[in-house]
């Protein structure tokens, strides 16, 4: 199987994707630490935001919320659990974050909240209850790996 071909399969898991290269490419600049309780902590962050969080705001669910409950009801759906998924992660962020959501190295958590911060605009909610969140996204901004990948930054990006 080529690198090609694991991709293909990975597509549309975000989690399963960022675990293929930091197991493909451990010694590149590692998403996760030695340490198997920091990485089970890391991992927890992730899971709340991919498992919790990001498939609640789906297009395939909030289509099917629209089509059972009506057009205002899916950003309501997904505001709300972004709503309490960052209240949770804000309350765990607290406790674990440095520059970045464990300390001062980028791990998976980072990666994984950077779309979920840049979706939460889409669905108008209030970043201001969560400063923890804010100040790590402003750390990540910084770096030239994240301003590259943002997608107005993209070669297909269309000009404004």
Same mark, same amino acid.
């Given at each position: &199987?080529?690198?090609?071909?694991?991709?293909?399969?990975?597509?549309?898991?975000?989690?399963?994707?960022?675990?293929?290269?930091?197991?493909?490419?451990?010694?590149?600049?590692?998403?996760?630490?030695?340490?198997?309780?920091?990485?089970?902590?890391?991992?927890?962050?992730?899971?709340? &935001?991919?498992?919790?969080?990001?498939?609640?705001?789906?297009?395939?669910?909030?289509?099917?919320?629209?089509?059972?409950?009506?057009?205002?009801?899916?950003?309501?759906?997904?505001?709300?659990?972004?709503?309490?998924?960052?209240?949770?992660?804000?309350?765990?962020?607290?406790?674990?974050?440095?520059?970045?959501?464990?300390?001062?190295?980028?791990?998976?958590?980072?990666?994984?909240?950077?779309?979920?911060?840049?979706?939460?605009?889409?669905?108008?909610?209030? &970043?201001?209850?969560?400063?923890?969140?804010?100040?790590? &996204?402003?750390?990540?901004?910084?770096?030239?790996?994240?301003?590259?990948?943002?997608?107005?930054?993209?070669?297909?990006?269309?000009?404004?």
């Amino acid at each position: &199987m080529t690198s090609g071909d694991v991709f293909d399969t990975l597509t549309d898991r975000e989690a399963g994707g960022l675990q293929y290269l930091e197991e493909k490419f451990p010694e590149k600049r590692p998403l996760l630490p030695k340490d198997l309780l920091q990485r089970a902590h890391i991992y927890q962050v992730v899971f709340l &935001m991919s498992a919790n969080i990001q498939p609640l705001q789906n297009s395939r669910i909030l289509l099917e919320i629209e089509n059972k409950l009506g057009k205002e009801e899916p950003k309501k759906w997904a505001h709300h659990f972004i709503v309490k998924g960052f209240t949770a992660l804000e309350q765990i962020l607290e406790k674990t974050a440095g520059k970045y959501c464990f300390g001062d190295n980028v791990t998976l958590a980072d990666i994984v909240l950077i779309p979920q911060v840049a979706t939460s605009s889409y669905f108008q909610v209030d &970043m201001a209850p969560y400063p923890t969140i804010q100040r790590v &996204m402003k750390a990540l901004y910084e770096l030239p790996e994240v301003k590259a990948s943002l997608p107005a930054n993209q070669p297909d990006a269309p000009k404004s």
